[in-house]
Structures are given as C-alpha cells and as structure tokens.
C-alpha cells in the first residue's frame, strides 16, 4: 500500500468530517464536482492510492481518482462515510469477494488491515476469521470451538445441534435419535472430548465437583456407558467397564452428572436377561464406577466394601449379596460365613436365626467387633459355633464332642448338648454311655476316665450356602 503525506497550501480549508482539505493547491487534495479528488504536482488525479489529511488519517482514492467512501480498498482495508480508513473497529459489510451478496461482520486492525485466517482476543472475547476475513459464527472447521451468533467463543456448558449430524461417519458408539446435545467447552474454548486424550471411546472429567462423560465427538453422556469399545461385546456376566451418569428423571440428580452412592436402576441392557429383577441396587464411586465383585466362588473379604460403616458384598453384576454366603478370609484358603440382610444387604452382627441354603432354619452368631460380620467359630455365652453356625446334638446322641484345629496344630473338642451348650467342669454321658468329663473351660479332658489329648473327635458341621452367585 503506498501512502504519501501531503502539505497544505491554501490558506482557506474546507471540512470533511473530522478531515481537514487543502481547497487550492498545486499539489494536494482539491474538491470537484463535490467530490474529492488528489492532484499530484503535474496536476494530475491521483488514482489507486492512499493519501493522508490534515488531520494525518488516511483516505483513498479510487480508480477514478475520487476519494472512496463507505467501501473497500486494497482488498483489505475499508474507509467509513467520511473517507476515514477504519481502524480498530467492526464494520459489517459484504465480502470484498463479493461471496454470497450478503453481509458479514469484519474486524480492522490499529494497522487497518482487516483480520483473516486467525483468532483475535477484543474487548476481552475471543474471535476467528476465516481467510476471507469474515467473523465466523457456530462450529468451527474442526468442530473443536463454538461460536455464538455474536462470533465470541463460548466457554461452558452448551446445547447445541451436532456438527456434521448427516455424513459424520467416524463414530462407531453409543447410536441415538437426537441431532442435540450437551458439550462443555473448557476456558481455552475447546471442548472436552476423548479424542485428543488417548482415554479411549470416552473420556471422564470433574467440573463444578461432579463427574461427566464425553465421547469422541464431545456429546455429553447419560445412562449406562460401556467403557471399553462397542457394548455388544461386553461380557454379558459383569458390570466391569460399565459406568452411569444421570438420565431424565433421576431424583436430586444433575443431568449427566455421576451419582455417589446407592441408586436403583435397570442393569445395561446387555445384562438384563441374566437378572432376577428388572430394577436392581448398584452403588457408585463417585465417577460413575459401580460396585461389583468377584465370580461366582472367589469371594473374599477383599472384597467387602464399607459404606457407613456397615460391611456389603457385590457380585461381578454389581448387585449387592444376600443371605448366607461363603467368604475366603483375605488371600487365603480359609474361608467362613457372612449374612447379609435380604433387606438393607448389609452384613449383620450377634445372634441371629438364619435361613441356610437348603431351606433349614439356624442359629448363627457372627462377631460384633474385630472382623465384625465374620461367622464365629469358638464359644460364646457357653455355645459352640462354626463357620457362625451353632454345633448341636442330635436328639439320638444327646451329647457329642465336637473338635475344633487350635494353634498349636492340634484340636480343642468341646461336648454340646441338643442345644449346643457347652458343658463345664462336669462328666456327661451321651446315649450310647460314654462318659465324657471336662474341665472348667469346656475342654475335654477324658473319655470314660481316660485321659485324652489333642486328637481329633467329631468334625463341626458346616453351614449350607446359598448356591448362587458367590
């Protein structure tokens, strides 16, 4: 662009605006036929070029050598109704391409020159032109940025119809019927999606306190969500790389959010024809993730999680146990009873009648303090319990010893009547007449007056399980 100053000689001016004109000169700006016009020194028009005023701001002068109002010059500059090539400001205006006939929203520099093919932070918002120069509105290009109607970047959460809703082939997930949809877009204005994280089909994110998920193309998502690729190939057995976020309707829940705690649903429906109930418990980590557990025989205590302080058991369904169920004690081979309420699926405590897996009806004791939950095996209040279940007599017997592994290698036997009490510091018969004494702690110590050590007498019976899950 070529810009030349000029110098005032006439002493009467005339006024333009806020631009001061020469109106004699042998060089200069001079008005024609009210119109205003450059000479050079041979007197000539000026054509295709840019000259300052009097008040040292820039003005153009066509190809016809006539100043240019409200127009475009150079292809990328424009001048105001006076002349005045604008600066810092917007203009709204049809393209100098002429692209579409319709007008668009520019931005000029402090250079004058107008933006193109960049972002631009004004007046705190931020903006993109395209190589043209035209503030864009909506998607960008990428689809990475939204733009408002006014062109500013948006932050935060937004409704919006999906890009590309026709012809976007690239997603192979979760199909629906809507063409809207929730996005998030951080402070930088990208919005949240897993396909510049490397987390996968989807991609789990904390804001405002709350977990949410978003799929590659950054749609908010809700309801169950397989983690792990296409959900027809999930296994139809186990909850795990299963997560939930909250659908319409969900009581107290923030839509899409990640619920923390017990919630009440249908299972996936990949999981639903190995159910009982068509609406079961889950209870949920904090991102979505539920609860679940072992298959079907590799319970352990491991595997028991504290909610309240109360002791609960999930299946690799996530659905919470009930009733009388073998647990491994930590790592090891050892494994013993737990109840859990049919009702509030927690593992209860202290004395309890129980129904067992084959239908009987029991008395059990499971420890109220260290490993609490846990099926007593030992005395308690003079009873005999194993694996929590109470050791009786039968009525044919009437007493029988029962022995117990001690730690010393070796086994502790006890003598119960049909009640399971234990017997102390006495001598009984059982109905085939032999004698057994024991001592004040309920150990024996002869059988028909002779003395006995740690062997082993009768074994303890074992609760029946329920035969499911666990």
């Known amino acids: 662009m070529k810009r030349k100053g000029f110098r005032v000689l006439a002493a009467a001016v005339l006024m333009c605006g806020a631009f001061v004109f020469s109106a004699y000169a042998a060089e200069g700006w001079a008005s024609e036929n009210n119109t205003w016009i450059y000479l050079d020194k041979n007197g000539n028009r000026v054509t295709n070029e840019w000259k300052k005023g009097a008040d040292n701001l820039w003005r153009y002068l066509d190809q016809n050598g006539e100043m240019l109002l409200n127009g475009w010059a150079d292809g990328e500059y424009y001048v105001d109704s006076n002349g005045i090539m604008v600066e810092n400001k917007w203009v709204q205006t049809q393209s100098p391409y002429d692209r579409d006939g319709e007008t668009h929203w520019f931005y000029f520099a402090n250079s004058g020159k107008m ?22 509105t909506g998607w960008t290009d990428d689809g990475t940025y939204y733009l408002g109607t006014d062109g500013a970047m948006r932050t935060g959460w937004k409704f919006l119809e999906d890009q590309n809703t026709d012809d976007d082939e690239s997603w192979s997930g979760p199909e629906d019927d809507e063409d809207s949809h929730w996005y998030y877009f951080g402070s930088n204005g990208k919005k949240y999606t897993s396909a510049d994280t490397g987390e996968g ?5 904390k804001i405002d306190g709350k977990y949410y998920c978003f799929d590659i193309d950054g749609k ?37 959010a990640a619920i923390q ?11 639903q024809n190995n159910v009982d109930e068509p609406v079961v418990w889950y209870y949920f980590e904090k991102d ?14 491991s595997d028991f999680v504290k909610v309240d302080g109360k002791t609960y058991l999930f299946d690799q369904r996530g659905n919470p146990a009930s009733g009388l169920r073998k647990v491994r004690i930590g790592d ?18 202290g004395k309890r009648t129980v129904e067992e897996g084959d239908g009987t009806k029991s008395t059990f004791y499971f420890n109220e303090g260290s490993n609490a939950g846990r099926g007593l095996t030992g005395v308690k209040d003079s009873y005999l319990y194993y694996m929590g279940k109470r050791q009786e007599a039968d009525s044919d017997s009437r007493y029988v010893p029962i022995s117990l592994p001690n730690s010393n290698g070796g086994y502790t036997t006890y003598v119960v009547n049909t009640a399971g009490r234990v017997s102390k510091n006495t001598t009984v018969k059982d109905r085939d007449g032999n004698k057994y004494t024991v001592n004040a702690s309920g150990h024996l110590t002869k059988v028909n007056d002779v003395e006995v050590g740690s062997e082993k ?14």
């Open 115 to 136: 933006l193109r093919d960049c972002w631009k932070k004004i007046d705190g918002k931020n903006y993109l032109f395209d190589g043209e120069g035209v503030m864009e």
């Open 201 to 205: 089909d989807y991609r789990v994110v």
């Open 220 to 256: 908010m998502q809700t309801g169950w969500v397989y983690m792990n690729g296409d959900a027809s190939s999930a296994d139809m057995d186990s909850i795990e790389d299963w997560k939930y976020y909250a659908e319409e309707g969900i009581r107290n829940a923030t839509l899409g």
């Open 261 to 271: 705690g017990w919630l009440s649903l249908e299972p996936p429906e990949r999981l």
């Open 288 to 301: 979505g993730t539920p609860k679940f557990g072992p298959k079907a025989g590799d319970a352990s205590t």
């Open 332 to 349: 090891s081979e050892e494994y013993t009873s737990y109840y859990f309420d049919s009702s509030s699926k927690a593992a209860i405590k």
């Open 457 to 470: 007498y009768n074994d303890p019976v074992e609760p029946t399980f329920d035969d499911d899950d666990f």
